[in-house]
C-alpha cells in the first residue's frame, strides 16, 4: 500500500492512469456513479466514502479540509488545557493565600510576609500566562502593523 497521502482532487487523475471510467470505479468502491461524479468535481466526501476509494487505489486519501479542521481542534483542545492549568494555578494560589491571611489579620507584624505571598503568585500567575498564552502572537502582529503602516 502506498503510505504517501493523496487528496480528494487526485481521484480523478488516479482513475484516468488506470484507464478506469467512473462507472468502473464506482462498481470496485462500491460508491454510486453520482458520488464519484461529485468527489472529482471537488466536493467533499464522507468517511467511508474516503475508505472506500483508499482501498481501490490502494493508498491513503486525505482530505485538507479535514485535516484543516483537525488542526483547529487540536489549537482549541490545546488553548482549553492551558486554560485550565491556569484555573488550577489560581486555585492553588487563592487556598495557599487563605493561612497568611489569617495570621496577619490575627498579628499585623506578618502582613509583610503576606503581600510577599501575593506578589510571588501574581509574578507566577503572569509568568504562566505569557508564557502559555499567546498575547504577542499573529493577530497582535498584524494589528501592530496595521496601525504603524496605515494597512
Not at 483508499?54 to 483547529?72: G, L, R
Request: proline fraction near 2%; glycine fraction near 4%.
Amino acid at each position: 500500500m502506498n503510505q504517501t497521502p493523496i487528496t480528494l482532487r487526485d481521484i480523478k487523475k488516479l482513475r484516468l492512469e488506470r484507464h478506469w471510467s467512473q462507472e468502473q470505479l464506482a462498481e470496485m468502491s462500491g460508491l454510486s456513479i453520482r458520488t464519484i461524479q461529485r468527489i472529482e468535481k471537488g466536493e467533499n466526501a464522507g468517511l467511508e466514502s474516503l475508505k472506500s476509494l483508499a482501498a481501490v487505489f490502494e493508498t491513503i486519501i486525505a482530505d485538507p479540509d479535514t485535516q484543516e479542521k483537525i488542526a483547529q481542534i487540536r489549537k482549541e483542545e490545546a488553548y482549553i488545557q492551558n486554560l485550565k492549568g491556569l484555573y488550577k494555578l489560581v486555585a492553588i494560589a487563592v487556598f495557599s493565600l487563605v493561612a497568611p491571611l489569617i495570621i496577619a489579620i490575627n498579628d499585623a507584624s506578618y502582613w509583610f510576609i503576606f503581600l510577599w505571598f501575593v506578589f510571588s503568585w501574581v509574578l507566577i500567575l503572569s509568568i504562566y500566562s505569557l508564557n502559555v498564552f499567546d498575547f504577542f502572537g499573529e493577530v497582535w502582529k498584524q494589528k501592530m502593523i496595521a496601525k504603524r503602516f496605515g494597512k
